[in-house]
């Protein structure tokens, strides 16, 4: 059975989604931050798993609900950090982010059994998944993060390692306020789609 790695920032004002302001204050970014990520979570409770690993950036809070091992992230680059989660495990495993709060447990239930790698594609160029299913770090170390060629140069370098890679769904990431409208329209029963509304209500009194 696959452990599932979800990689996060602490919500914190001023640290977690700030292309998000203008549009938003920084706590209001935290607060959306932080309904992403407690879907995600609960997304990935949802989900058969070997193991749940939270690879935190920061210091867990009450939204954290129980069944998480929680780890550090490491220093580095965003690469390295992805790497050293792949490293800590040892056996199939699948790694997200917390900006895809429309994830459901159906999407991260994955088979390895026709493949070697899962690659989900995110909309702005990157990825929002990636499973191996012999975790191997050295397929991540080196690729350009938070570029729009991002997810095409993680997936060839999958491809170039010889693996047999399936294709999950393609999902966007909440970076901007227009992507967070779309994302809460495609899980408009979401505790993130729940704070963007009550966010919106409270401007327009």
Known sequence: MTTLLVIAKEPLPGRVKTRLTPSFTPGEAAALAEASLVDTLHAVLATPARRRVLVLAGEPGPWLPPGFDVVPQCGGGLDERLAAAFAACDGPALLIGMDTPQVTPDLLTVDFADCDACFGPAEDGGFWALGLAEPDPELLRGVPMSTPTTGAVQRARLTAAGLRVRDLPSLRDVDTAYDAGLVA?????????????????AVAR
Do not use: N, V, Y
Not at 185 to 201: C, D, K, S, W, Y
């Open 185 to 201: 329209a495609a899980a408009p029963e979401g505790r993130f789609a729940r704070e963007l509304a009550r966010l919106r209500t």
